[in-house]
């Protein structure tokens, strides 16, 4: 029997989507971002499958050594960039051994390369701050930054650029453009790559991709804009989280429904019962009436959504079984819409889930 809940995670989502943005970038380098399990996807099952199959991902985005090493681990090849750098000096020999470059975006980042010394020049992304104010070399401070790089002989030359948008997700806004200004006069006559472009400005600021983008979230098939979809951008959902009914009930009108009994139903009906809780990652306050997908039907959501179970309101003339399948979200049903009904977006929900969901990759 299959497990549940489970993630069920289609390979060929995946690879339509990676060719799908080579389509949308098709002057760039695709830099596939996988940090966070590759956004609760699966680690090595997401960069086997967009790394190994034709026209590839170049490379491959993360955020933590432990996930690069994770990767080098299970034999994957590619160039390997830590998006937030390096934390201690001593990732410094770790990164040169296992070929994996580092973005550098902080004055105690470039004090600890100064005084190191390595097996062989370790390769950097400096990062720059050209809106964020997030992470980054901030305008004033990139010349001379950039000038003790080039000094240091622990860092490979030439050196990378990057820089990362605070508002490309609103195509309205004028903060990436001025974003994009603003990089591209401090970098002007240097050599090395560049890369600006998240998914959100690979989909809506063609202008800046560059030499490489960046995409996490559009490579699952979701949409990085609220109130959009993935397959408005020719996507597909790369993940269906699916689950049981573990019980079907009459239930009478007046009588609540789980912990602190606030959801009373109206009129009779039929709850079911749904294996999936809080403890897997689905968020405990999704309000009543998040959608849930039953036999090619959507029913809401009533009463608290409890650690190892939720409840739906099947309707009066459900004919729902037990053990029939659930989806959460999925090809059927966007996690860009559930993530509206629960207040918050599609990358936290996906990332969220526990270890006790099995991830499954299909074809
Ligand atoms: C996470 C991350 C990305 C990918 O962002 P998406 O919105 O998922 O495409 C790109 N660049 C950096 C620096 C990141 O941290």
């Not at 600890?112 to 980054?136: C, E, F, N, T, Y």
Request: proline content about 5%; charged content about 20%; hydrophobic content about 45%.
């Amino acid at each position: 029997m299959k497990p549940f809940p489970r993630a069920e995670i289609s390979r060929h989502a995946l690879q339509h989507n990676l060719t799908r943005l080579r389509d949308i970038a098709p002057n760039s380098q695709i830099m596939a971002v996988v940090k966070a399990n590759g956004y609760g996807h699966g680690l090595l099952n997401v960069a086997e499958c967009v790394g190994n199959c034709t026209h590839g991902a170049d490379g491959f985005g993360l955020a933590r050594l432990e996930e690069a090493l994770e990767l080098r681990d299970g034999g994957v090849k590619g160039r390997l960039l830590l998006l937030e750098g390096f934390f201690r000096a001593s990732d410094l020999p770790v990164l040169v051994e296992h070929d994996i470059e580092t973005v550098v975006h902080h004055e105690f980042q470039l004090e600890m390369l100064a005084a190191s010394q390595l097996a062989k020049p370790v390769k950097v992304w400096l990062k720059i701050d050209s809106g964020m104010h997030r992470l980054g070399i901030g305008i004033a401070e990139f010349v001379q930054a950039y000038q003790k790089l080039m000094d240091c002989s622990s860092v490979a030359k030439p050196i990378n650029l990057m820089t990362h948008f605070a508002c490309a997700d609103e195509p309205q806004n004028p903060l990436t453009q001025q974003q994009i200004n603003q990089f591209e006069s401090l970098i002007k006559g240097l050599d090395g790559e560049r890369t600006l472009a998240n998914s959100a400005a690979t989909l809506f600021w063609p202008q800046s991709q560059a030499d490489w983008v960046r995409p996490g979230i559009a490579l699952y098939g979701v949409s990085p804009v609220v109130g959009d979809k993935g397959t408005n951008h020719q996507l597909i959902p790369a993940m269906e989280l699916v689950s049981n009914l573990i019980a079907v009930r009459k239930h009478k009108a007046g009588d609540s429904v789980g912990y602190g009994a606030y959801w009373t139903a109206k009129q009779d009906t039929i709850l079911g019962v749904v294996a999936i809780g809080y403890g897997d990652g689905y968020p405990r306050n999704a309000p009543e009436g998040t959608p849930v997908l039953i036999n090619g039907r959507r029913v809401p959501i009533v009463g608290r959504v409890s650690m190892d179970m939720l409840t739906v309101d099947l309707g009066a003339d459900a004919i729902d079984q037990v053990g029939d399948s659930v989806q959460l979200w999925g090809k059927s049903l966007a996690v860009e819409e559930v993530a509206e009904h629960i207040g918050t977006i599609a990358y936290e929900l996906v990332t969220k889930l526990t270890p006790r969901v099995a991830v499954a990759l299909l074809d």
